[in-house]
């Protein structure tokens, strides 16, 4: 399948609902629970309406209508996160007083990295998603390196929706020197291919019923039954 290929590069699990005024009350006790569930996690930036505890891969936002989980250590599926996020989801509900969900999702982007920006866009280009068109257009270079597509293929109903995207793109790092060590300076960057797969339900789905370590299995084994279904493509190795 097309996504052996790629490796997991980010995953964000986010939650919508109705006004938690207790949030108010109760932002140090979930602050204080939080780094008990995530370790080596710490305070980056607590405001009224929402909070932002960070570690080296993962970031817990706890809000007054939304929260967010995001993992950036290639992560995500994996059993110990699974467990992580629920129990994440249980403390939310419990100090939040979270009797529904209005909007539940989850967003895994996966990548594949190329020697350039214009050998990733080849790579997207040569799976035929859609209609390149033949010689010079709008007098722009046929061969510039940022020819490329970017593709979004949306699903959605009334109740649940899947949104892929599909696209090559260039990653920059710059840290500037310290005025102490002007020679220290590094520029970095990365090209790579995406599929970034976001799905998700609508509407209410009340919290006591709502089970997140079935429904992350759910996710990822539709995922990987489906996802060839849309990108019916073999990538190279």
Same mark, same amino acid.
């Given at each position: 399948?097309?996504?052996?290929?790629?490796?997991?590069?980010?995953?964000?699990?986010?939650?919508?609902?109705?006004?938690?005024?207790?949030?108010?009350?109760?932002?140090?006790?979930?602050?204080?629970?939080?780094?008990?569930?995530?370790?080596?996690?710490?305070?980056?930036?607590?405001?009224?309406?929402?909070?932002?505890?960070?570690?080296?891969?993962?970031?817990?936002?706890?809000?007054?209508?939304?929260?967010?989980?995001?993992?950036?250590? &290639? !992560?995500? +599926?994996? /059993?110990?996160?699974?467990?992580? =996020?629920?129990?994440?989801?249980? $403390?939310? *509900?419990? %100090?939040?007083?979270?009797?529904?969900?209005?909007?539940?999702?989850?967003?895994?982007?996966?990548?594949?990295?190329?020697?350039?920006?214009?050998?990733?866009?080849?790579?997207?280009?040569?799976?035929?998603?859609?209609?390149?068109?033949? &010689? !010079?257009? +709008?007098? /722009?270079?046929?061969?510039?390196? =940022?020819?490329?597509?970017?593709? $979004?293929? *949306?699903? %959605?109903?009334?109740?649940?929706?899947?949104?892929?995207?599909?696209?090559?793109?260039?990653?920059?790092?710059?840290?500037?020197?310290?005025?102490?060590?002007?020679?220290?300076?590094?520029?970095?960057?990365?090209?790579?291919?995406?599929?970034?797969?976001?799905?998700?339900?609508?509407?209410?789905?009340?919290?006591?019923?709502?089970?997140?370590?079935?429904?992350?299995?759910?996710?990822?084994?539709?995922?990987?039954?489906?996802?060839?279904?849309?990108?019916?493509?073999?990538?190279?190795?």
């Amino acid at each position: 399948m097309i996504l052996d290929a790629f490796k997991l590069n980010a995953f964000t699990i986010q939650i919508t609902y109705p006004d938690a005024f207790e949030l108010w009350d109760q932002a140090g006790s979930i602050a204080r629970q939080l780094t008990r569930i995530w370790p080596d996690l710490s305070l980056e930036e607590g405001l009224a309406n929402e909070q932002i505890l960070r570690s080296s891969s993962v970031a817990i936002t706890t809000g007054l209508r939304v929260s967010t989980i995001a993992l950036s250590d &290639g !992560k995500g +599926f994996d /059993q110990a996160t699974v467990d992580k =996020a629920a129990n994440t989801l249980a $403390l939310w *509900r419990a %100090e939040l007083s979270i009797e529904k969900f209005t909007r539940i999702s989850c967003r895994a982007k996966y990548v594949k990295e190329f020697p350039t920006k214009k050998a990733a866009n080849a790579e997207v280009l040569s799976w035929n998603l859609c209609r390149w068109p033949v &010689g !010079k257009v +709008f007098e /722009q270079p046929e061969d510039a390196e =940022a020819n490329g597509i970017d593709l $979004l293929f *949306r699903l %959605e109903d009334a109740n649940s929706f899947t949104h892929v995207r599909v696209g090559a793109e260039e990653v920059k790092i710059e840290l500037m020197p310290h005025p102490e060590f002007p020679d220290i300076e590094v520029h970095k960057q990365k090209s790579r291919v995406y599929v970034d797969v976001d799905r998700g339900l609508l509407g209410s789905v009340r919290g006591d019923d709502f089970r997140i370590s079935e429904w992350l299995k759910g996710y990822h084994h539709v995922l990987r039954r489906d996802i060839d279904k849309l990108l019916p493509v073999e990538v190279r190795r």
